[in-house]
């Protein structure tokens, strides 16, 4: 195996890392106390391809692969996890949903307002008594002539304030269980769609996190993406991949923490010396590099794998579980390394350590990982 980049992969990486130290890194503070999403970022991430990063050329997107995905995901989120989550969601729910099981007509009406910048996308699968347990989900959507009327409501939903095209999953046919939920496209403005409360987070502030209100909805039932009953297996398929944006992410995270925390081990003096000369802050700086460097290395195995067409269901869960508990390991030692001021915004420890928690959490839990895990490994 070859485990060195290639000359258009590095290229790609300083491509992105300079993008990202000088249109983000001078604003993440701002956009984390304001809570607010720069919306006028979306035309500057298009242009470097960022908005369309897997997609075909023929609907505008910048068709790398997903290795260059990771590489992107993961130099965004050293600089800001927070524009990082709203990428990924973007690319690896809502467009990735729409490019792997919408019809033609689907690709072109939607995809290229994605790729585009135009819109963000927004996913919206959790609801507020339907999380791990996203089976229990209780948006219905029942047919009416030509239409899909779709009532409940949606939690927690990445872009629900803000995105412009959003993938619904609704039951159609409660009877049957999980094979009775189904996948709709809706537009933002639709009638009977609404933002609800926007979550005032911990961490990832920059992202918009809020609440979807479907109160008949009438969406046309054109807009059926994939089969009736087929919404949630189509689900676990977006999940897959999109897990390993969650760990790519988490990789970025780790390494923006660990830099941060060799930085200031280098440059902070006590008892005449650098702390980086202390045996306690050198295990904690060769433990978080040894971490990452795996973490890395898990992820973009199921990256390269995704890319040769094999399912990756236990790769991608094995690299988002371990990746996104480093991060929080890494993210933790780097608040200690930096003592006090690690606890303060003057420095860019506390954030990374607000940040990291989510990505335990989001895309499903560490304990919903190991789940997937043991099944692959026990075939059940």
């Not at 420095?347 to 989001?362: C, H, M, N, S």
Request: with cysteine; aromatic share 8%.
């Amino acid at each position: 195996m070859d485990f060195r980049p290639t000359e258009e992969q590095a290229l790609l990486r300083r491509t992105v890392r300079e993008f990202a130290e000088s249109e983000i890194r001078p604003h993440v503070m701002e956009w984390d106390e304001t809570q607010h999403f720069p919306m006028e970022l979306l035309p500057k991430l298009a242009a470097l391809g960022l908005m369309g990063i897997q997609f075909p050329e023929s609907y505008g997107g910048s068709a790398m692969t997903a290795v260059d995905y990771c590489i992107c995901i993961e130099e965004i989120a050293r600089v800001c996890p927070a524009i990082a989550l709203s990428i990924a969601a973007h690319n690896g729910l809502c467009t990735a949903h729409i490019a792997m099981f919408g019809t033609d007509a689907q690709k072109t009406q939607y995809l290229p307002r994605l790729i585009g910048g135009e819109v963000l996308g927004a996913w919206g699968l959790t609801e507020a008594s339907a999380g791990s347990d996203a089976a229990a989900m209780r948006t219905t959507a029942a047919k009416q002539g030509a239409c899909w009327v779709l009532n409940g409501s949606k939690q927690f939903i990445t872009h629900g304030g803000i995105g412009g095209i959003m993938v619904v999953m609704a039951i159609t046919d409660r009877s049957k269980g999980h094979r009775g939920i189904s996948a709709f496209v809706v537009e933002h403005g639709a009638p009977g769609m609404r933002a609800g409360r926007k979550e005032n987070k911990l961490g990832m502030r920059a992202s918009d996190t809020s609440e979807v209100v479907f109160e008949d909805c009438r969406v046309p039932a054109a807009q059926m993406l994939g089969e009736e009953g087929q919404g949630f297996i189509n689900t676990l398929q977006v999940l897959d991949a999109g897990r390993i944006g969650i760990a790519a992410l988490s990789v970025g995270l780790a390494e923006g923490a660990y830099q941060a925390a060799r930085a200031y081990a280098l440059e902070r003096r006590q008892f005449g010396q650098p702390i980086a000369q202390f045996q306690a802050i050198q295990w904690k700086l060769a433990d978080a590099a040894t971490k990452i460097e795996a973490s890395r290395l898990l992820t973009y195995r199921a990256a390269y794998l995704k890319d040769l067409g094999v399912r990756t269901t236990r790769e991608s869960s094995m690299a988002k579980l371990y990746a996104s508990e480093v991060a929080v390991r890494v993210a933790e030692d780097c608040v200690q390394i930096h003592g006090g001021y690690g606890f303060v915004k003057d420095y860019p420890a506390e954030k990374y350590f607000r940040d990291v928690k989510l990505l335990t959490i989001g895309e499903g839990t560490s304990e919903i990982q190991r789940l997937v895990i043991a099944r692959q490994l026990l075939g059940q």
